[in-house]
T-cell receptor
Framework: DGGITQSPKYLFRKEGQNVTLSCEQN?????MYWYRQDPGQGLRLIYY???????QKGDIAEGYSVSREKKESFPLTVTSAQKNPTAFYLC???????????FGQGTRLTVV | AQSVTQPDIHITVSEGASLELRCNYS??????LFWYVQSPGQGLQLLLK??????LVQGIKGFEAEFKRSQSSFNLRKPSVHWSDAAEYFC???????????FGAGTRLAVHP
């Protein structure tokens, strides 16, 4: 089955640690996206990538980093510089031109 | 700047009643518009989309939406709500200039039996 897989579903991080969220897709989509979701704020774009080895900052990129070494994979690292990382993180992918976005099931990150 | 406004944060309806969720967008060109639904702790699922043509679009689960350019609106409707429709609904517009989706803040729907 084609789709987007995010792992892990739940992640706990100690303050000062970096953590990496995984996102893999087998839809052969060129574009991939990371969104952060907080209650009452909808989805905010962190980073996006339209093609392998290229990515752009979204609206709230500070404290995050990404890589796009393979078409299928777009991991997100939440660094210790992100002051309020507790949130629900969603990965999405689409064809070029963004006909529609397909979403993974999300990763809930909690700082402990 | 492009934006999407969903004026209603929470809506409660009785099962079997009709539903309309409002969405207003700000976008200079012809918009690509979407409605997504999210169950608690899950990802987003596409309900329907509008690119061009007929302004009334049909989606999955019995939902429809009407694009009204004069009102910059893309409201989602369902004639008879089921308890399983309780979820959060997001309207989005595709920003071609920035090659990204812009989402509204969402409307949380509760369904009373």
């Amino acid at each position: 089955d084609g789709g987007i897989t995010q792992s892990p579903k739940y992640l706990f991080r100690k303050e000062g640690q970096n953590v990496t969220l995984s996102c893999e897709q087998n839809l052969n989509h060129d574009a991939m996206y990371w969104y952060r979701q907080d209650p009452g704020q909808g989805l905010r774009l962190i980073y996006y990538s339209q093609i392998v080895n290229d990515f752009q900052k979204g609206d709230i990129a500070e404290g995050y980093s990404v890589s796009r070494e393979k078409k299928e994979s777009f991991p997100l690292t939440v660094t210790s510089a992100q002051k309020n990382p507790t949130a629900f993180y969603l990965c999405a992918s689409s064809t070029q031109g963004h006909t529609e976005a397909f979403f993974g099931q999300g990763t809930r990150l909690t700082v402990v | 700047a492009q934006s999407v406004t969903q004026p209603d944060i929470h809506i409660t309806v009785s099962e079997g009643a009709s539903l309309e969720l409002r969405c207003n967008y700000s976008y200079g060109a012809t918009p690509y518009l979407f409605w997504y639904v999210q169950s608690p702790g899950q990802g987003l699922q596409l309900l329907l989309k509008y690119f061009s043509g007929d302004t009334l679009v049909q989606g999955i689960k019995g939902f429809e939406a009407e694009f009204k350019r004069s009102q910059s609106s893309f409201n989602l409707r369902k004639p008879s709500v089921h308890w399983s429709d309780a979820a959060e609904y997001f309207c989005a517009v595709y920003s071609g200039g920035y090659n990204k989706l812009i989402f509204g803040a969402g409307t949380r729907l509760a369904v009373h039996p």
